[in-house]
């Protein structure tokens, strides 16, 4: 049996966005919650996080919904790691969070937001830990924290499966994660015998011819953004890092982005090809 890979944008979005027992159950082993804190029941939202203010950016995330007691799940899927991605999170998070009320209306309103990421990267060569948590609290007493927002990081590349005691449901997920894609042969079969697995193992052995198209697509940019940024490009994007150090790390990336778009501009290639792998807006650009 053929199977496509779900970490591709697409089929990601056909397992968690039109599944709700599968979200819940992926919810609910992915992020610390326990007893009365568990998902029960969801509500999917619109994907795009439309701005407050019209001049910030709007983004797409990949699943995003809202269970019975009105707590906000934000879950995205990222195939590589950019320097922006952790702004972006907190930037989509924070968005959701200051919409729940109106001006005037009482904070007491207000319900966590939960940033739940999966990355396909190693962003974090400091630790072998694939798992990241973020809260926002007193450095010298972590136990000290205030609520509201709460950011998770998995990075599935350093996943090791290890023992089924450590969350037998977090461990089945990333094994389905990891390590089902078009070169399975054998599926494990503690994945098949877990009904919420095995259901979204099913979904991922068909794709209709369009979703397909949007399969090979979604590989294709895939491939493109990882060969702009440590192939050709590389030498224009260091370039860049090493005349903005002396001025700060965020002025270095930023003109390291500048080097790429000059570089992909003097290459002709399109100008939403370099918006998309720069960062920069159309108006930057074309001032370059």
Not at 1 to 25: C, H, Q, V, W
Not at 158 to 164: D, E, G, N, S
Not at 171 to 187: A, G, H, P, S, Y
Request: glycine letters at 6%; hydrophobic letters at 40%; a negative charge.
């Amino acid at each position: 049996m053929k199977y496509y890979d779900p970490r591709a944008d697409i089929l990601f979005k056909k397992i968690f966005g039109r599944n709700e027992d599968l979200t819940i159950s992926f919810l609910n082993a992915m992020l610390p919650l326990e007893g009365d804190g568990l998902v029960k029941t969801i509500k999917y939202l619109q994907p795009e996080v439309l701005p407050v203010i019209p001049d910030l950016k709007d983004s797409i995330v990949d699943v995003l919904c809202v269970d019975v007691k009105g707590r906000t799940f934000v879950v995205e899927m990222q195939m590589f790691w950019t320097s922006y991605f952790k702004q972006r999170i907190l930037f989509n998070a924070a968005k959701m969070y200051v919409t729940q009320i109106e001006r005037g209306e009482n904070y007491d309103a207000l319900m966590p937001v939960y940033g739940l990421n999966l990355v396909n990267d190693i962003f974090d060569t400091t630790s072998e830990d694939y798992y990241h948590r973020y809260t926002m609290c007193e450095p010298s007493n972590p136990d000290k924290t205030i609520d509201g927002i709460e950011l998770f990081f998995f990075e599935l590349p350093k996943f090791k499966p290890r023992t089924f005691s450590q969350k037998k449901m977090q461990v089945l997920w990333l094994k389905f994660l990891t390590e089902i894609n078009e070169k399975t042969i054998d599926v494990d079969p503690e994945l098949l015998k877990n009904p919420e697995i095995s259901k979204a193992l099913d979904i991922c052995t068909y794709l209709t011819q369009e979703e397909l198209l949007g399969y090979d697509r979604y590989w294709d940019a895939i491939s493109t953004a990882k060969t702009l940024a440590s192939g050709k490009y590389k030498d224009g994007l260091d370039a860049g890092l090493a005349k903005g150090r002396e001025e700060g790390r965020a002025e270095g990336e930023k003109q390291a982005h500048i080097e790429m778009a000059r570089m992909m501009k003097a290459d002709h290639e399109p100008l939403e090809k370099i918006m998309r792998y720069s960062g920069l807006t159309l108006d930057e650009i074309q001032k370059i």
